[in-house]
């Protein structure tokens, strides 16, 4: 009987040719194996390997097929319940940011917060969601200035919902007794920046090193009160002027925090009049191998495991279907679905990064609003576009399985969607980030192999997950 082979795409790995198929399934071969599946003529060796690794069936519908099916289907991500809100009482700041991403609003400033008016459409806005688990996450501006606002959308939820955590995105800059009142809570968490030393956190934060040492024991407070379980830090990073891998290890080790999400100034709000963050990827992946290379030098040294967040999470991605939490990683993409943000003057937007590019007047991405609700038909005709399943050059490739689509970065960048896949940031920096996943998969090197684990969640890698056909 004719053994059918499942499409296998392939990408140069070193000396070696890495396959995959749209299941996620791969394994290191040959030019050799390359011409004959090419010219389908696969050897008997080949489809004892193939039939092995799960990616040859002798007809729709038996047991390999629908084994096969299955794995694809849950690559895909699937619509869920609206169940993580992000909410902006207040756009004004203390801080002016030189890379803001959100074109935040003075301090003193007036008009840009919730009225009690929104207000109450918001807690209608919630009292009307199916889901009976709800996260709730406070940006800004800096969401602390308006304790009032944030303490009623907390209050409500606690009493709305089975289960709700909420997370407050703040510069912990100005820190009094209410303020951490209000943070002690146990289903409450800190989502802060930390930019490294702190003349580099001083001079893109705080506008000298008197405000970076006040920000730094706020930190240290914090992480006092709360420990790292309920407190991050995220570094952004100026690739203009960078600071050195180990600089950010050392400041971030500092604080006891072991959970890194590294990110480059992002081309949106202010930032873009401000920073050169229109195409950084060639500079960004040499900083971000070079970052990955040591931290795996560090875990090897032994002690607690630091991680880069982004990568453990495309790692976990490759390892396991069904890992699709990040959302740049999911695809289909949808927008709208299970998460949405309402800005300080009631506007719905898929993204916070969708709001950014509204505000700078680049297109209007915003999708309705609290008065006349979700506007279903502009989503619809977001989401036609939030999948790589039918892209011209998404198709040939083997991360596809693994990788996701940002919609609104490439209308950030390049106002179009129709950009080559390959001529697009989100792109360059995935391929990079997955062949460098692939190739640690593939080393081998005990060191390389401690971190993977950990950074997997589990004590050691087995051999099963780097397949040769040799």
């Known amino acids: 009987m004719t053994a059918h082979v499942a499409p296998l795409r392939f990408r140069r790995l070193g000396d070696d040719l890495l396959f995959s198929d749209e299941a996620g399934g791969y394994f290191l071969g040959d030019e050799a194996f390359l011409e004959r599946h090419a010219r389908g003529r696969p050897s008997a060796g080949d489809l004892r390997f193939l039939s092995a690794n799960g990616q040859t069936w002798a007809r729709e519908g038996d047991l390999a097929w629908l084994g096969f099916a299955a794995r694809w289907s849950r690559r895909l ?20 940011c030189s890379y803001c991403q959100v074109s935040r609003a003075d301090e003193r400033a007036k008009g840009h917060d919730w ?26 501006g800096e969401p602390l200035l308006r304790l009032d606002l944030i303490e009623a959308v907390r209050d409500f939820c606690r009493a ?15 820190m009094g007794p209410a303020e951490w009142t209000f943070l002690d809570a146990p289903d409450t968490c800190i989502s802060t920046s ?12 705080t506008a000298g090193e008197t405000g970076a040492r006040q920000f730094r024991a706020n930190l240290a407070e914090a992480l006092r009160r709360f420990g790292p379980e309920r407190v991050s830090a995220l570094p952004t990073i100026d690739m203009s002027a960078p600071p050195s891998p180990r600089e950010i290890l050392d400041s971030f080790a500092e604080f006891g925090l072991r959970s890194i999400f590294l990110r480059p100034v992002n081309h949106q709000g202010f930032a873009r ?27 090897a040294k032994g002690g607690e495991i630091v991680e880069e967040f982004y990568f453990s999470q495309a790692l976990r991605r490759v390892l396991r279907p069904g890992e699709d939490g990040h959302v740049d990683l999911r695809n289909p993409n949808l927008l709208g679905e299970d998460y949405l943000l309402i800005d300080f003057d009631g506007r719905f937007y898929p993204t916070d990064e969708a709001r950014m590019v509204t505000r700078v007047g680049r297109i209007d ?12 038909d502009k989503l619809k005709t977001l989401n036609v576009h939030a999948s790589s399943l039918g892209d011209p050059d998404c198709i040939h490739c083997p991360y596809q399985a693994f990788c996701g689509v940002d919609l609104i970065d490439d209308l950030s960048r390049y106002g179009r969607i129709d950009m080559p896949r390959a ?47 040799a």
Request: proline share 4%; net charge neutral; with cysteine.
């Open 77 to 96: 991500n699937r619509p869920r319940q609206l169940g993580y809100v992000i909410l902006v009482p207040t756009l004004r700041c203390n801080l002016n």
């Open 115 to 140: 009225t009690p008016e929104t207000l109450a459409r918001i807690l209608t806005f919630l009292d009307g969601l199916e889901t009976t688990e709800i996260k709730v996450e406070f940006q800004g």
């Open 160 to 174: 709305r919902f089975q289960h709700a955590e909420f997370v407050v995105c703040t510069n912990l800059q100005r």
């Open 194 to 205: 930390l930019d490294g030393p702190a003349a580099v956190h001083g001079r893109q934060r």
């Open 273 to 299: 009049k401000k920073h050169d963050a229109l195409a950084v990827s060639a500079r960004w992946n040499a900083y971000y191998g070079a970052f990955i290379d040591l931290l795996i030098e560090e875990n």
């Open 365 to 376: 991405l915003s999708v309705g609003d609290l008065e006349r609700g979700l506007d279903r």
């Open 423 to 469: 001529e697009t940031e989100h792109c360059r920096r995935h391929l990079f980030l997955f062949d460098k996943i692939f190739s640690l998969l593939y080393s081998q090197e005990p060191k390389a192999q401690r971190s993977l684990a950990a950074w997997s969640g589990v004590e050691a890698l087995p051999l099963a997950l780097a397949p040769v056909h």
